[in-house]
């Protein structure tokens, strides 16, 4: 093996690897981002009433309630996407998978397990963001005793 050989075969995994950590860093930034701009658009039109009695008729009206379900929208946004990832990683797994079978090729079974595995975990995130969105909202439409 001559030293190029040597070299491509460090600097290519590592670049990849280093490319997809700039590309989660990235995407976590805008979504960063996105929430504190919502965040600074409720404060200023919160900020915007000058009484009580104001707010209160806001948030009767339907612009008021769409208001207040805006963060429990984001949420189904998030389990679909959830439930998006782990369907299409687990699929691959198993493309990965019959791969395998098909090509007698046992190097494949790692990113077929590695795949699966965290299709599995969207799945199973998913499941509990949706198990606690349902329990959070329902906690804030019983009165409180």
Request: hydrophobic content about 50%; glycine content about 8%; overall charge positive.
């Amino acid at each position: 093996m001559n030293i190029a050989t040597a070299v491509a075969a460090f600097t290519v995994p590592l670049s990849s690897l280093g490319m997809v950590i700039a590309i989660v860093w990235l995407i976590a930034r805008a979504r960063q981002r996105r929430n504190e701009l919502r965040a600074d658009v409720q404060m200023k039109l919160i900020e915007k009433f000058g009484s009580s009695t104001e707010f209160v008729h806001f948030l009767e009206s339907q612009a008021g309630r769409d208001f207040l379900h805006q963060p429990m929208m984001d949420t189904r946004r998030r389990v679909i996407g959830g439930i998006t990832a782990g369907t299409v990683l687990t699929i691959m797994g198993l493309g990965f998978i019959g791969l395998a079978i098909a090509f007698h090729e046992p190097g494949n079974l790692v990113p077929a397990f590695v795949l699966i595995a965290l299709g599995a975990g969207f799945f199973v995130s998913a499941t509990l963001s949706m198990k606690m969105s349902k329990q959070l909202s329902s906690d804030l439409t019983q009165p409180q005793s």
